[in-house]
């Protein structure tokens, strides 16, 4: 349907403004999923490292407190200067991963890839830490070992599956190497008197099957956790997912809401258009919006209302119905997505819109009543960008700008017949001012007697 609504007088001002996003929307501020994912797997690991710092001051002040207890109320022979070293050890590189923690966590935008560093630096010192402590409390025989089962379910709790795995093995490593260097005396065993009736770290069958069930269960409590946390950040991408998309839907039903209450509280076509395309915008999160009209002829698809595009794009020339496949097609009464432009020849000015830095570009008719009136755009910088719920909330919004439009043309048409009914009325008092004055003027001239006297019937007919 071809339309001229006379609106080209303002519109190379209005069009081309290109305001800031400065005032938008609760809703335009939504983060993405994946940013939302990263931003919370960030939060989560500062939170992590924080509560493994707390449990160092617990296990550094644990290890002084069962040195004194073990070596000097139960009078057990333990190396007490070794672990008192070991328990200061701790508390003291502790206090350096404290500083180092509150040091990036009060940086602004860190980077997540340094967490992550200090987070393995923090099991691989703990884990020195540990093997140390298991070698000056009986090694093979320590009643220490079941500790590191704790520690690396917290480790894999903590870090992702790979690394895990990977610090299983470094855990089996340290463990089966401090077995066998003390079995094979290159380091000096260590015992703790009156704990064991007997040694043990030289019995083969003693170490061959410690050594075993150490490494079996290393590997199975590291599967079993990296799988339940697995599992758990599943569930917790999926909800940062859904909330996503519910705030997002949330923010696309207030834009649905704010242009019909738009659409009927004014009837100035071109505020309407112009807050249309920039909640458009806004409420979708994409680079720009255009709405277009067909023009008189039906031939040409003439810019309304631009919200987001270069002045640049904007001037690259004439949209001809004929020459735009996409136009056709859309005008035709179908939706439609374009996932990336860079493969896709439907488009008239495909280079400038690559120039732009357009990658994707989702398309609705505007409906009338006796047809399409023009179309709605939408463009976005990333490919792949538009779902069919995009279309369909553009689908929706292209329906109210459609009312607007014929909203604006009956009230268009109403003020010009109004204006013609003016003109008639004062055409018609113009033409009947001289033609009346001259009957009053006769008519005051035969009742002044001016004519000769009149009969009293006559006269009183003409008084009248």
Known sequence: ????????????QRCTRQEPITTMNAQSHLEQPSHLGSVLTERQLGVSQ???????????????????IAGGVLKFGLRVGPLTAIGIAILAYNTLFHWRWRQLYATPNRPITRTCHM???????????????????GGIESPVIPFFFLHLALASILILARVAY???????????ALALLEYFEVLPHVAISGYLSAPEYQNPAYVAGTLFFFVSAVFAITFL??????????????VVQLSSEMQRSYGQLQTLYASAQAVSSTLDLQEVLDRLTREVTQAMQVKACALRLLDKTGARLEAISVYGLSQEYQEKGELLVDQSPLDRTVLSGKTVIIDDVRSDNRLQYHQAVLAEGIRAILTAPVPGRAGPLGLIRVYCDRVHRFTADDAAFLSAIAAQ??????NAIAYRTL?????????FVLMVTHELRSPVGVVRSLLRTLTGGYAGPLPE????????
């Open 401 to 406: 700008g459609g009312i607007a439009i014929e």
């Open 415 to 423: 003020q010009s017949l109004d204006e013609a009914k003016r003109k």
């Open 1 to 12: 349907m071809a339309l001229n609504l006379d609106l080209q007088y303002n519109h190379n």
């Open 457 to 464: 019937l006559q006269q009183d007919m003409l008084n009248r």
């Open 166 to 176: 990977i610090l299983a093995a470094v855990a089996s490593i340290l463990m089966s």
């Open 225 to 238: 956790t990296t799988r339940t946390t697995a599992r758990l950040r599943q569930r917790e991408a999926e």
């Open 119 to 137: 987070e393995r630096v923090q099991i691989l010192a703990d884990w020195i830490a540990m093997t140390l402590l298991i070698h000056f409390t």
């Open 50 to 68: 924080g509560w493994l710092i707390r449990l160092r001051w617990i296990a550094g002040a644990g290890v002084l407190f069962a040195t004194w």
